[in-house]
């Protein structure tokens, strides 16, 4: 048995890396799996073993993973959903936040709202935003009056909802508030999201950078694009992980959000926009079939 | 898995003794990270093929022993005729 001060460099590099488990699982069973780790370890050895460290990078995502995979699988995965539509809301509104600075605040505390599981706050405020955004959309005034078309800021290149149809806008609030009319009937008390998705909207709501042709109709930037794979893929990994739906209804409300000013430019559409579309289809339907794959062993 | 259960069969034992005990069982050709170890420990127990025996506190540090149940008894019985029989198919002595 090998003796390791405690303390020591190595004990502080593995207890790093235990970082990657949940914090319940850390608090009880973190200093375990330390003790085994400092057991193992080679004398004098300061630097953690590569596969050591790779073992506890992939333990503890499959340990968030199954964390997150409790609880009502349809609840938490409309919640879900219901997170990824006010972070699309948001990033198409936050390039025009120095001419909407109201406006963009409030989907910004709807987003907020929605992350600390605050269904009834969120409904009021997605009410409101949703009925500007819609009136923007629609070339009409609603509640204060705003100079159309909305030019952008930085972070944006063409003016608000310049491509986009009312109606479809309308749809995307729409299923939002019917996601929170659900959830908060429901009653129960909704788990707090993670404060990443404001990194999301932000990443999202960059127009570049361009990667179809400026004179394509509803062009689509590469870091929007980027942020939906990511999280689509995500979603089908702990889909696959913890063999639960949760992830695929909100990947499947999302997607027909989205699809919807696809369909609205379905006569225009570049294969660029079907091969964004391809992508997250695919991912979506991998994400809705993982939970039922045929079990290999016991374990699986 | 099949490791696990085997070196549980012969008594409870903490998580640095299987990691251990695997080693020898296969002749050093399987060795789990503790990443891994854990991971198998922790869904073996919330299947009910293993469960936690009792726990000791060793150097300030908790230590769980596990051990196996009836029902991986069963299972790892039923893999090893598994793989007797698969292992029959080729190693039998030929009939010509």
């Known amino acids: 048995m090998t003796v390791v001060p405690q303390g020591s460099t190595l004990e502080r590099r ?4 235990l970082r990657a ?7 009880a069973h973190g200093d375990e799996l330390l003790d085994v780790l400092l057991e193992s370890a080679d004398p004098g050895r300061t630097v953690p073993v590569p596969r050591e460290a790779w073992g506890l990078l992939a333990g503890g995502v499959r340990s968030r993973v199954v964390h997150l995979a409790t609880g009502s699988p349809w609840k938490d995965g409309l919640h879900l959903g219901v997170t990824a539509l006010a972070a699309l809301h948001l990033a198409a509104l936050l390039p025009y936040a120095g001419t909407l600075p109201l406006w963009t605040a409030a989907s910004a505390l709807a987003l907020v709202a929605v992350l600390r599981g605050w269904a009834w706050a969120a409904i009021p405020l997605t009410l409101v935003v949703g ?3 819609v009136a923007i959309a629609g070339g009409r005034q609603f509640f204060d009056l705003t100079l159309l078309p909305v030019y952008p800021s930085p972070l ?3 003016a608000l909802f310049a491509d986009s149809n009312p109606y479809v806008v309308a749809g995307g609030y729409a299923v939002m508030l019917a996601g929170l009319g659900v959830l908060a009937a429901r009653g129960r008390p909704l788990r707090a999201r993670s404060w990443w998705w404001c990194a999301a909207v932000v990443a999202a709501a960059w127009s570049g950078p361009q990667w179809m042709a400026e004179d394509s109709t509803f062009a689509l930037s590469l870091s929007r694009m980027a942020v939906e ?14 063999r639960d739906y949760r992830w695929a209804l909100a990947a499947g409300i999302y997607l027909v959000v989205a699809s919807g000013d696809l369909a609205a430019h379905s006569a225009e559409l570049t294969r660029q926009h079907l091969a964004y579309w391809g992508v997250l289809a695919v991912l979506a339907l991998w ?8 079990r290999r062993h016991c374990l699986d | 898995m099949y490791f696990v259960l085997t070196a549980l069969r012969a008594g409870p034992l903490h998580g640095h003794a299987i990691s251990k005990s695997i080693k020898e069982l296969s002749a050093g050709r399987v060795r789990p990270s503790v990443g891994t170890l854990y991971g198998i420990l922790e869904r073996l127990n919330e299947r009910g093929v293993i469960t936690v025996d009792r726990e000791e506190t060793v150097n300030g540090r908790n230590r769980r022993y596990f051990r196996i149940t009836d029902e991986g008894q069963a299972l790892v019985e039923a893999e090893a005729r598994r793989m007797q029989e698969a292992a ?7 009939s010509t």
């Not at chain 1, 593995?14 to 890396?17: G, V």
């Not at chain 1, 488990?21 to 608090?27: K, L």
């Not at chain 2, 029959?88 to 030929?94: E, N």
Request: proline share 7%.
């Open chain 1, 287 to 294: 994400t809705a079939s993982a939970p039922f794959r045929q």
């Open chain 1, 229 to 242: 794979a990511a999280a689509f893929g995500l979603a089908a990994g702990a889909g696959y992980l913890a």
């Open chain 1, 156 to 158: 944006g290149d063409q």
């Open chain 2, 88 to 94: 029959s198919l080729v190693l039998r002595p030929s």
């Open chain 1, 131 to 133: 009925m500007k955004a």
């Open chain 1, 14 to 17: 593995y207890r790093a890396l």
């Open chain 1, 21 to 27: 488990y949940p914090r319940a699982y850390r608090t």
